[in-house]
C-alpha cells in the first residue's frame, strides 16, 4: 500500500494564491487518507468486547499522524493490544478507546490466567474470537497472550473456524497461494505461519503474521503483530518491535528446528477456538477492502488469504 506524505517546505504557494491553501490543503488530506487506507478507516469505538466493561475508557480521534509511543508513552503497546490494532493502523481519522487511567492496559489480556480445559497439556493455544485475543498455555496456566484479528464474521465464507485442532505444520516463510498484495503480483506475505487445519476443499487454515487493523479483517486465518513483514512491504513502521506473530510460532515449534522451510508436525500444540467475532458495524455497506486481490489457488501450497 503506498504512502503519500506532504513534507514541511517541500510546498510554497504564492500569496494571491494564499485563498486556495485551505481548498489545496483538503485535496491533500483526501489524498492521503484514501491511499494510507484502502481498507475501512478502523474505528475501534464501535466494537464491543466482553472485556470492555472492566476498564474505565474514552474514545479518541486521531487528528494528525502521530507515534503512539509520545501519545501515550510507556503504556503505548497496552493501548494498543485493548483496541486490538496495529501501529501502521494510526493515521488521522482513526478513532481509538483509551483507559481512562493507562495504567489499567498494561500487559493488558482479557484471557483467564488459568485454563482448566488445558490442565496437563505442555502447550494450548486458546483462540477467542469473541475477544478477538490469542492465549498460549502451559499446563493450564497463561504463559503469554496477544491480540489477533480473525476471519470476517459478516462474510460466511470468511469466518474462522471454531473447534478443537491441532497444529500440523509450521512455515517461517510461508506465503499465500490465494492473495496477492494490492497492486502487485507479490503473494501475500503469511510469515511465521502454524496450520491448524485443512479444508474439505482443500484450503489450508494458519495462525501467521499480518497486518492488524483494529477489527475481523482476515479470510479466515488468524493473524498476529509482525511489525518486520510491515516494514519490509510497506515500509513503516520504521523501527520493528511488535513481533507476536514470531513469539507464538518459536514457542509453538520449540524444540523443532527451523530452517525457513515447511515442515509438517506430529506433536502439534492443540488449538481450541471459541466464541464469534464481533461485527465492526455497517461493515456490509462498505466498500470491500483492497488490501489483498484474489488470483488463482496453487495446488501445491493452498492457504487462506490474510
Known amino acids: 500500500?503506498?504512502?503519500?506524505?506532504?513534507?514541511?517546505?517541500?510546498?510554497?504557494?504564492?500569496?494571491?494564491?494564499?485563498?486556495?491553501?485551505?481548498?489545496?490543503?483538503?485535496v491533500l488530506a483526501g489524498i492521503f487518507n484514501a491511499t494510507v487506507s484502502a481498507e475501512p478507516v478502523p474505528d475501534t469505538c464501535r466494537i464491543h468486547y466482553p472485556s470492555d466493561a472492566r476498564i474505565p475508557w474514552t474514545c479518541l480521534r486521531i487528528r494528525r499522524q502521530t507515534d503512539v509511543k509520545q501519545l501515550f508513552g510507556r503504556h503505548w503497546r497496552g493501548v494498543l493490544r485493548f483496541n486490538r490494532i496495529d501501529r501502521r493502523h494510526i493515521y488521522p481519522g482513526v478513532r481509538l478507546k483509551v483507559p481512562k487511567d493507562l495504567a489499567e492496559v498494561a500487559d493488558f489480556t482479557p484471557l483467564p490466567r488459568r485454563y482448566p480445559a488445558a490442565a496437563g497439556i505442555p502447550k494450548f493455544i486458546l483462540v477467542d474470537l469473541t475477544e478477538q485475543f490469542l492465549g498460549a498455555y502451559d499446563n493450564g496456566k497463561l504463559a503469554m497472550s496477544f491480540p489477533i484479528t480473525s476471519g470476517d464474521n459478516a462474510v460466511a465464507e470468511r469466518r474462522t473456524p471454531v473447534g478443537t485442532f491441532h497444529i500440523t505444520a509450521y512455515d517461517r516463510l510461508h506465503v499465500s497461494s490465494l492473495y496477492d498484495l494490492a497492486d502487485t503480483n507479490k503473494p501475500y506475505p503469511m510469515h511465521y505461519a502454524l496450520r491448524f487445519l485443512i479444508?474439505?476443499?482443500?484450503?489450508?487454515?494458519?495462525?501467521?503474521?499480518?497486518?492488524?487493523?483494529?477489527?475481523?479483517?482476515?479470510?479466515?486465518?488468524?493473524?498476529?503483530?509482525?511489525?518486520q513483514m510491515q516494514k519490509t512491504y510497506y515500509g513503516t513502521p520504521r523501527d520493528p518491535i511488535l513481533e507476536d506473530a514470531r513469539t507464538l510460532y518459536e514457542w509453538a515449534i520449540a524444540p523443532h528446528p527451523d530452517d525457513g522451510?515447511?515442515?509438517?508436525?506430529?506433536?502439534?500444540?492443540?488449538?481450541?477456538?471459541?466464541?464469534?467475532?464481533?461485527?465492526?458495524?455497517?461493515?456490509?455497506?462498505?466498500?470491500?477492502?483492497?488490501?489483498?486481490m484474489a488470483r488463482p489457488p496453487s495446488p501445491a501450497k493452498p492457504g487462506c488469504g490474510p
Open 199 to 227: 479444508t474439505l476443499s482443500g484450503v489450508a487454515v494458519w495462525i501467521h503474521g499480518r497486518d492488524v487493523p483494529g477489527y475481523a479483517a482476515s479470510h479466515g486465518c488468524v493473524g498476529l503483530y509482525d511489525e
Open 1 to 26: 500500500m503506498r504512502r503519500c506524505e506532504a513534507r514541511r517546505g517541500r510546498l510554497r504557494l504564492r500569496p494571491s494564491g494564499a485563498r486556495w491553501a485551505p481548498v489545496l490543503l483538503a
Open 261 to 292: 522451510r515447511f515442515h509438517t508436525l506430529s506433536d502439534g500444540p492443540t488449538v481450541e477456538i471459541i466464541g464469534q467475532a464481533p461485527n465492526f458495524p455497517s461493515r456490509a455497506a462498505r466498500v470491500a477492502s483492497k488490501t489483498v
